[in-house]
């Protein structure tokens, strides 16, 4: 039954005043975890109790004897004298136990193409692909990277690098060609794996030409395999490009997974940062499939036989990688896979596929609830939602509102709801409540999980008391951690452990926490913005934007969203006399859609003759973010010259009237 939208409205009204709510009794009755057992068990010796996980949630070829070995910190490695194989876990050892005929993905296309992949289906493509990979002299520790829509193909191809010890280096399909080429560059890339085409809500990109225009760049790159999806020519280089359904067919269909060391390189996936060059994340096999194995099982309380689990991101982020691919498959369960867009062809499209596929386990980002709730509840109302047991989100701090519109209007009241709180640096979940025992607080991710510790610190370090608000770090090393930046292993050092030296992971996120230890994150504190919950450097737009011809200078800041949770605003200064104009605004949204990909496009541009800038010549951000959120501004002592704020305010001015 349709709810009356004010009856709704005050209903979640109500609800604002309730700070916690307790797991439900029916969830408890069946959940995994209802106390602290596990928290404490792993609070006596974390790293064994680590290696007891590892033990238990993975098959290994030899079992590592070694935990932690903290040696060379920040350096450290995990499970070292053990050896395994991620696709091996991922597939061969259900099919061996007699579940073969599972659905491993339910596949749901753009126009509504359905596609059923059992656990058999997976690894028979998987062994052949793998065969194709070698077959073009691909093996142990070369990079691969994979640049395809939201299909079936890219968990075969991450796992088929995965089964020959190669390393997968997965680029979100929204990146532009340009961003392709760069992270294929800096990673020495041997091939790569594309498409003919993207469709994205009934209209048609071609990828393979655009990939083709930038590739010829990268020396490296023997191969480029093309995945026939999209019904569109595909230009096809000879020697060097192939048909992936061609090189499948042709291929042996067995291919034994490698015996991996724990420490063996799983993928590289490239993060913002705060400079304009990406960071090359490196994970490792042991450790990583540890963590994101046991996190989709004891976060979302799996039962691998029932469950049918549901990731809305995409696989080119790191949530796809943990919780569509590498945690659900380890754990085999019946996972869902949708390429298109939630509102195509029409604004139910979600709640249809959970009513179709009987999801039972929702995990989705804060910015697509915002997203549903403009939409309005009469979508979600028209499906039956009623086996929906858990719900998730992640990438970012989600509003006590839109909380309580997940809770009411998809979770029907009835489901827990995990916030959880991780990075593309920790591989998996850190921080959130164990929904079967824990309470959860609208707002507040949680606690660190258990064998991972966090703390609140200031400036040098120093814990806070409870309620101040100041730096997140972690505290302990875990399994998932990254290993280090590809290639840059100062980088390393300097992003994350300068700061408080090697034991205390800087995160680089402002957070606060209760008096029961739930952690509050509260958002960036360097130069990263956080679009949609997706990872965007204020540096790279700014030289994305520099690079254009006119342009003189940019910065580039986050402002607060309504809708996207932050968007970028960029102040830009001309070259010249150049007068910015309408047109000259969408030239340069273009352009930074071509460099980087239409996700960092900035949602506001406003023309400023001059930025602040101290007499070292460095911008002012922090007061740029003042003006743009309409603040007191802070100190301007530093500054050069201080009448550039005042015309500065006088342009925001301006620019906001003609907006409203
Ligand atoms: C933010 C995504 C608040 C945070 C898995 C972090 C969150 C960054 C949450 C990592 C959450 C992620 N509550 N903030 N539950 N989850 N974040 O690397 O700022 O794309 O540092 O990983 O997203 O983004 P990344």
Redesign the pocket.
Known sequence: MAAEPETLERELGELLDVERFEPPADFVRRARVTDDSLHRAADKDPPGWWREQALAVLDWVKEPQQALDDSNAPFYTWFADGTLNASYNCLDRHVEAGRGDRVALHWRGEEGEERDLTYADLLADTQRFANALKARGIGRGDVVGIFLPMIPEVVVAMLACARIGAVHNVVFGGFSPESVKERMLFSDAKALITADGARRKGKLAAIKPAVDEVMGEVKTLDTIFVVRHADNDAPMTEGRDVFYDEVLQAADAECPPEELPAEHPLFILY?SGSTAKPKGILHTTGGYMTGVTWTHREVFDLRPDEDVFWCSADVG???GHSYIVYGPLSNGCTSVMYEGAPDYPDKDVWWELCERYGVTIFYTAPTAIRACIKWGAQYPERHDLSKLRLLG??????NPKAWLWYHKVIGGGRCPIV???????TGGIMITTLPGAQATKPGV?GTPLPGIAAAVVDDQGEELPHGTQGLLSLTRPWPAMLRGLYRDEDRYVQTYWAKFGPRKYL???ASKQDDEGYVS?I??VDDVI?VSGH?LSTAEVESAIVSHPKVAEAACIGQADEDTGQAIAAFVTLEGDLEGDDAMVAELRDHVASRIGKLARPKRIIWSDELPKTRSGKIMRRLLKDIAEGRELGDVTTLKDPDVMAQLEEKIKIAQAEEG
Do not use: L
Not at 419 to 425: K, M
């Open positions: 993060s982020w790191v949530t989100t992640v990438g970012e701090p989600i916030d959880t709180w991780w990075q593309t640096e991710a995160v680089g996120d994150v958002g960036r956080n990872r």
